[in-house]
């Protein structure tokens, strides 16, 4: 079956860096998402990866290793408004998104 | 970027009644749209795939006759929640999608109470 995993949640200081692992496996892949999701909002693209390494995107930066199934969202410069939970989606062979359950991030002044 | 409209935003309705929710992508044409429900503190949670002049693909456990969906055209697509109750409460998703892997846009979400 196809699985994704991350943890449930994680807490940092603001100011910081933060980590969020996801690891998968998936029939197919055509790419992994981080979305980032508000609590009552829908979610909001963060990233996208589709060959191995790091993409970096100002504060926020997302890692691919293929081979490993395998991929990190790095937070850096914690600001509060940061708190929400953040996704991981693999993309299938069929072109479907395949989600995580998330990863609740509190941040702590 | 892309923007997604859905409507209504949040929807409180009687047992029993009918709600549609409307999903538009308002600048570009979406090949398909998803729909997806969200359980508080859960993940989303794909309900069926919608493409343009074809029946929606629905997942496992989802009832067709219960959530019709039409995607009349190639910016929008309906979610009819048809005789609802209580447990049909939830936060209700769509999105969209152009072609491109990447390019997966989602509405701001429909949150409907079933009274």
């Known amino acids: 079956g196809q699985n994704i995993d991350q943890p449930t949640e994680m807490t940092a200081t603001e100011g910081a860096i933060v980590q969020i692992n996801c690891t998968y496996q998936?029939?197919?892949?055509?790419?992994l998402f981080w979305y980032q999701q508000h609590a009552g909002e829908a979610p909001t693209f963060l990233s996208y990866?589709?060959l191995d390494g790091l993409e970096e995107k100002g504060r926020f930066s997302s890692f691919l290793s293929r081979s490993k199934g395998y991929s990190y969202l790095l937070l850096k410069e914690l600001q509060m408004k940061d708190s929400a939970s953040y996704l991981c989606?693999?993309?299938?062979?069929?072109?479907?998104?395949?989600w995580g359950a998330g990863t609740k991030l509190i941040i702590k002044p | 970027g892309a923007v997604v409209s859905q409507h209504p935003s949040w929807v409180i309705c009687k047992s029993g009644t009918s709600v549609k929710i409307e999903c538009r992508s308002l600048?570009?044409?979406?090949?398909?749209m998803f729909w997806y429900r969200q359980f508080p503190k859960q993940s989303l949670m794909l309900m069926a795939t919608?493409?343009?002049?074809?029946?929606?693909?629905?997942e496992q456990g989802v009832e067709k006759d219960k959530f019709l969906i039409n995607h009349a055209s190639l910016t929008l697509s309906t979610l009819t929640v048809t005789s609802a109750h209580p447990e049909d409460s939830s936060f209700y998703i769509c999105?969209?999608?152009?072609?491109?892997?990447?390019?997966?846009?989602f509405g701001p979400g429909t949150r409907l109470t079933v009274t």
């Open positions: 999105s969209a999608y152009s072609g491109e892997p990447y390019e997966q846009y």
């Open positions: 600048d570009f044409q979406a090949t398909t």
């Open positions: 919608s493409n343009e002049g074809s029946k929606a693909t629905y």
């Open positions: 998936t029939s197919g892949f055509n790419g």
């Open positions: 990866n589709v």
């Open positions: 989606a693999v993309m299938d062979s069929n072109y479907q998104l395949i």
